[in-house]
């Protein structure tokens, strides 16, 4: 895992510190790997889930549970995974200003250990109920960790290894999706005995980072601007960054101290009534809502669909322009190839490819970009409230196209990824024209960008040539 997130760095033709590497893989294991993990893993036991619940109900009413029913109880586990990651997310903004970013981090993990106790005491106790419970525990854990590890990352993360900070996000929900059906598989913990055991795992992560996160400093634009603590500050910033490339940070930090003095930090209701934050808040809640609705949960979900109409047996701009080519190729291939009977022997090949394109240049584009923006177009004080309203709309549209998807398909059969193909067109629209470029850019530099000239022309500028803003319009 370190070692991929390693070649991003490399790829960025620059080696990051050590330290700076290595806390930044303390974050995501317990935070975007569990959650991508805890996505996965629920699939491989639904057989034996389902069977314990039958038998539960039999030794309880002396009747088998209604198919009806059953199903309605197994949707029940799934979905409280995205009903806590709502909650989690609307919590996560205010415990990284009350905790830390770090804090915040290492005090989640005793919602993964909670659940994870007591999904591997259900059988045992013969409560199916304590999955439900368990299942929820493990999306406000996720919920929280989308929030908070991202906003970590980008202010832990020199300007210059931003980009490449962010995308540590994307390599570990994909690396924790992967893990969950290794471990899955039959041949490990995929065995009906087992499966008390596979969902208990989730506590693994937890237990990493509640033993490597505490080695590693707290964010060092939160220990100065919020906290005060230059000291701290100057000492996080010599153990992430090393002794000799910290002056800049250190400058660049004090700079937006000065700027946001006696500015407190926002609630995000507060933020949405700021005139002058009205575009980075469009800006993102389209982006997150795009990283929902731009059809990588439909693959994800419905491939055994999309694999059989297909024939098959059993930088920011160009992320989302990647998409919407292989949105439109895709959509090219099911409508040539509705069923394997009139395919050519290429076309099921060709449409896996596509497949495996799109998802790759959605960990690419809007998988890895998408959170780290969020951090870049809004300041330290308005971080955490941007945080919990991108948080909100992305698990809102999580839960919206697992609704709607199925009622697309049925409407549109091999034409349901034309909608997809829309989505991400109009997205890339907006990108080109209202999205600036933040490469090699400080907080301040990206967030005037959004002003309007006469805001910048009335603004000061300091020593240092950066301009301050004047505040709210």
């Given amino acids: 895992m370190c070692f991929v997130f390693f070649v991003f760095f490399v790829f960025n033709l620059q080696l990051p510190n050590k330290s700076l590497l290595l806390a930044a893989c303390a974050a995501c294991i317990g935070g975007t790997f569990q959650y991508g993990y805890n996505i996965s893993v629920i699939n491989a036991p639904t057989m034996y889930v389902q069977n314990f619940m039958n038998q539960t109900w039999r030794e309880r009413y002396q009747i088998d549970v209604s198919q009806e029913f059953l199903t309605l109880l197994w949707s029940t586990i799934v979905s409280m995974f995205t009903l806590g990651g709502f909650i989690g997310v609307t919590i996560g903004g205010t415990l990284s200003v009350k905790l830390g970013r770090k804090g915040t981090l290492l005090t989640n993990n005793v919602f993964a250990l909670v659940a994870a106790l007591l999904m591997g005491l259900s059988y045992p106790t013969g409560l199916f109920e304590l999955l439900i419970i368990g299942r929820l525990f493990t999306g406000i854990n996720a919920g929280i960790a989308i929030c908070v590890q991202p906003l970590y990352l980008g202010e832990i993360a020199p300007t210059a290894f931003r980009g490449a900070m962010g995308m540590g996000t994307s390599i570990f929900i994909t690396g924790g999706i992967l893990t969950g059906q290794v471990v899955g598989l039959k041949e490990i913990l995929g065995r ?134 292989f949105n439109a190729v895709l959509f090219i291939f099911l409508v040539r190839s509705p069923s394997s009977q009139d395919a050519s022997p290429v076309v099921p090949y060709l449409s896996m490819a596509c497949v495996f394109a799109f998802i790759l240049s959605f960990g690419l584009g809007p998988g890895g970009v998408t959170n780290i923006l969020t951090t870049e177009l809004f300041t330290q004080t308005t971080r955490p409230a941007a945080y919990m309203i991108a948080g909100s709309v992305n698990w809102f549209s999580f839960f919206f196209i697992g609704l709607v998807f199925p009622f697309i398909v049925i409407g549109l059969q091999q034409y349901c990824f034309l909608v997809f193909l829309a989505i991400c067109s109009l997205v890339v629209i907006y990108i080109f024209l209202v999205v600036p470029e933040t490469k090699n850019k400080t907080f301040l530099e990206i967030h005037n960008e959004f002003q309007p000239s006469s805001s910048r022309k009335a603004s000061s500028v300091d020593g240092a040539g950066t301009t301050l803003l004047s505040g709210p319009l």
Avoid: M
Wanted: a negative charge; proline letters at 5%; one cysteine or more.
């Fill in 192 to 325: 009906e005995e087992y499966w008390p055991i596979l969902l208990a795992t989730t506590c693994i992560p937890a237990f990493l980072q509640l033993l490597i996160l505490p080695w590693f400093p707290e964010s060092p634009r939160y220990l100065l601007i919020d906290k005060g603590d230059t000291e701290g500050c100057k000492k996080a910033l010599k153990q992430l960054h090393g002794i000799a490339d910290c002056d800049a940070e250190w400058e660049d930090i004090e700079k937006e101290k000065n700027n946001l003095k006696g500015v407190k930090a926002k609630k995000p209701w507060e933020l949405l009534a700021d005139r002058s934050a009205r575009w980075q808040l469009l800006t993102i809640i389209l982006l997150n809502a795009a990283q929902q609705l731009n059809g990588i949960n439909a693959i994800y979900f419905y491939a055994d669909y999309i694999f059989k109409q297909a024939g098959i047996p059993n930088d920011k701009i160009s992320g989302n322009l990647s998409i919407t080519s």
